[in-house]
């Protein structure tokens, strides 16, 4: 008698259960002579060694299918349980370069939608840092919070830690209500939102409790070594030269760090300089640190928000062909 349990969470648990279990009956009727138990996103087989390790190899293609293409008929499910080998698939298993990254709840599915974010994935899958700089709606936040979570997923960190810098865009933290976490909560919230979209709730409840996802200002992070971490700064465009150098020498043994900024968004005072056009530039030509610029191709928000970019760039260049006191009594108002 042999034992075996296989991990389904890189997939939708509907997608390889089926409604109402449909496809679960199907595996039960292939293979009679198992004891077949589904838990949550988890599969336990029982029997025979030779008929464990045969189910075991078709339910991994079903996983590797399902993982490329999020859905899989019943026919598919029944005819891959039905081959001899792996190659009874192959012609299933398609080489989709827009391959889903997570499940998250209610079935939904998160997967890099343009060229660029596809090339977030390829560059972090083969450097251990990547500087992705792109104007709003571009999805550089999502996708990154979709890497941390698969690693997290996939067992190749242990904990995900997400950052921003906790400074004010024209406002004040000290207006705000409540204490100091709550003051600092609304500027992580992008970070919950995508986390939101990604984990079921309880599951979510469950890794912030346990500090196995952590979200926590910057500042938090002095004095820290982040080992076998998938680590995410946001915004970093308002982190000083300083903070960004403390930030980056935090990254420890088997860690991974996505740094994601809009250069045309600083919130810092004018007297500082933002962190971030520094490090992308000094930290070029580095073997293991990789750089990609996201632009208005990118944007997966409304139609209008490529529009409003285009508006404001230009409103940029123009600005920045003017003569300084030109800029200046423009500031100012007066003509």
Known sequence: MTETTINLETVNPIEFFGVNNGKLDILKKKFPLLK????????????SPEQVD???EKIV???????RNGHMSENYFEQILGGDDAETVDHFIEKNPNEILVFGPNGKTVRARTANQKRMVQMTDRNDILFAIG??????TYTAVALAVRALKNKHVKKIILTRPAVEAGES?????GDLKEKIDPYLRPLYDALDDMIPADKLGYYMSTRTIEIAPLAYMRGRTLDNAFIILDEAQNATNL????????????AKAIITGDVTQVDLPRNQKSGLETAS???????GIAHIELDEDDVVRHRLVKAILR???KERKEDDQQPRDQKFYREKGQP
Do not use: C, H, W
Request: proline letters at 4%; glycine letters at 10%.
């Open 36 to 47: 077949i138990l589904s838990r949550g996103t988890q599969l336990k087989l029982s029997g």
């Open 54 to 56: 045969n189910a075991k």
């Open 61 to 67: 293609l079903i996983v590797q299918y399902l993982e």
């Open 135 to 140: 104007p709003a709606g571009t999805g550089k």
């Open 173 to 177: 933290l000290g207006f705000l209500p």
């Open 243 to 254: 903070q960004l150098k403390m930030f980056l020498t935090r990254i420890g043994a088997n």
């Open 281 to 287: 530039r000094i930290l070029q030509n580095i073997d």
């Open 311 to 313: 508006a404001y760039d």
